[in-house]
């Protein structure tokens, strides 16, 4: 039995979810999403909310495949209304981003600058050091996120490179001489 799968996802008002195979159509104020339903997963709508269920909730398989159906779903009605957000700290001296249309210019510490291409559905801002990623779009918002991190990862000895910025690096002494103590 999934304690995530059986709870109902409300839909709030503006919000439409329409069922179209094995897809969820999901459409809000800020646009439209479409859900795939994991394997036998179903949904339908009872009186303004979205449930899904399994043919057998005993079954471990289907019990975790009924979890990741409705915690998709709950996603996509969340982007709908609100969005999602994430931020970027890039640390290090010179270490800069900026941004050119739909292209990410990150200055890093290599010989040359970094060129990002954003995805459609992911707008960014950047402010100083800080880049903010924002979309309707959670799975697509983490991975734009993870592989611009992934282009300096932050080191561990003076902090320098990409992070998120909720992310807490551990930080390690440097070298220390032989004999001195």
Do not use: C
């Not at 981003?97 to 995805?119: C, I, R, T």
């Amino acid at each position: 039995m999934s304690r995530i799968g059986k709870q109902p996802i409300s839909l709030p008002p503006g919000v439409t979810a329409s069922l179209q195979g094995r897809t969820v159509l999901v459409a809000g104020p800020k646009g439209s999403l479409e859900v795939p339903l994991p394997p036998k997963a179903s949904v339908e709508e009872r009186e303004g909310a979205l449930h899904v269920s399994v043919p057998d909730p005993g079954n471990v398989r289907q019990a975790a495949f009924w979890g990741l159906g409705r915690s998709l779903l709950a996603n996509a009605v969340q982007g709908v209304t609100e969005g999602f957000q994430k931020k970027l700290e890039v640390n290090g001296v010179g270490y800069k981003a900026q941004l050119k249309g739909s292209v990410l210019v990150l200055n890093v510490g290599y010989s040359h600058p970094v060129e990002f291409e954003l995805p459609r559905g992911i707008s960014v801002a950047v402010e100083g050091n800080v880049i903010t990623l924002a979309g309707i779009d959670k799975a697509l918002l983490g991975e734009t996120a993870a592989n611009i991190r992934k282009i300096r990862k932050p080191e561990p000895y003076k902090g320098k490179g990409i992070k998120y910025s909720d992310e807490v690096i551990r930080r390690k002494a440097g070298k220390v001489m032989k004999g001195a103590e």
